[in-house]
């Protein structure tokens, strides 16, 4: 079955940066992916999405300018760099794929996530 593995969370000063990857394993096709985050006692909000062809990207506005998601279809990678990072980004990230055509900005969009990394950032 589809597996999403993140990894490259951590903590960090406002104004630092953090790289995040996403491995997916089990499938052969390349997918539309997408990252999302939940802070504690929010609901889960999208950052930023990926065509399946790596090219084209969608981001938050609250991201804009400081994300940039990119992807290596072999092996699989997904990537989130985050620069200039706020203490409002603080959050647990998710990757998610198995994406069902609607708004990308959706959590129910997508049937597969990973289990998360947590990335805070202080003031």
């Known amino acids: 079955q589809v597996r999403l593995v993140e990894s490259g969370g951590g903590s960090v000063q406002a104004g630092g940066s953090l790289s995040l990857s996403c491995v997916a394993s089990g499938y052969s096709v390349n997918k539309h992916m997408a990252w999302f985050r939940q802070a504690a006692g929010k609901e889960r909000e999208a950052v930023a999405f990926?065509?399946?062809?790596?090219?084209?990207?969608f981001y938050a506005e609250s991201v804009k300018g400081r994300f940039s998601i990119s992807r290596d279809n072999a092996p699989n990678t997904m990537y989130l760099q985050m620069n200039s990072l706020k203490p409002e980004d603080t959050a647990m990230y998710y990757c998610?794929?198995?994406?069902?055509?609607?708004?990308?900005?959706?959590?129910?969009?997508?049937?597969?996530w990973g289990q998360g990394t947590q990335v805070t950032v202080s003031s």
């Open positions: 998610a794929t198995d994406y069902v055509p609607g708004s990308w900005t959706t959590a129910r969009s997508f049937r597969t």
């Open positions: 990926s065509f399946q062809n790596g090219v084209t990207a």
